[in-house]
């Protein structure tokens, strides 16, 4: 074979590769993304609870969207 085999040209890896790059290059604003959301559904949370209804749903994502949070950032998971 004329090229190492993770080199092996196929549409397949160049389809992943650019999607892995593509991935790599917006993940600096996915995360900003990802904390306004979570600042946001903790303000609802509030709201939630001020008003007494239950949020369940908005406080599952939440712990979600920290826990992502916290391993890109790279600390412990405050949820765990």
């Given at each position: 074979m004329?090229?190492?085999?993770?080199?092996?040209?196929?549409?397949?890896?160049?389809?992943?590769?650019?999607?892995?790059?593509?991935?790599?290059?917006?993940?600096?604003?996915?995360?900003?993304?990802?904390?306004?959301?979570?600042?946001?559904?903790?303000?609802?949370e509030?709201?939630?609870?001020?008003?007494?209804?239950?949020?369940?749903?908005?406080?599952?994502?939440?712990q979600?969207?920290?826990r992502?949070?916290?391993?890109?950032?790279?600390?412990?998971?405050?949820?765990?």
């Open positions: 004329p090229y190492p085999d993770s080199e092996y040209p196929s549409i397949l890896r160049g389809r992943d590769k650019r999607e892995s790059q593509g991935l790599l290059a917006l993940a600096p604003e996915l995360l900003e993304m990802l904390r306004r959301g979570a600042d946001a559904v903790s303000a609802l509030a709201e939630c609870d001020e008003h007494g209804i239950d949020c369940y749903p908005a406080r599952y994502w939440w979600d969207a920290d992502l949070i916290a391993k890109t950032e790279g600390r412990p998971d405050a949820n765990a």
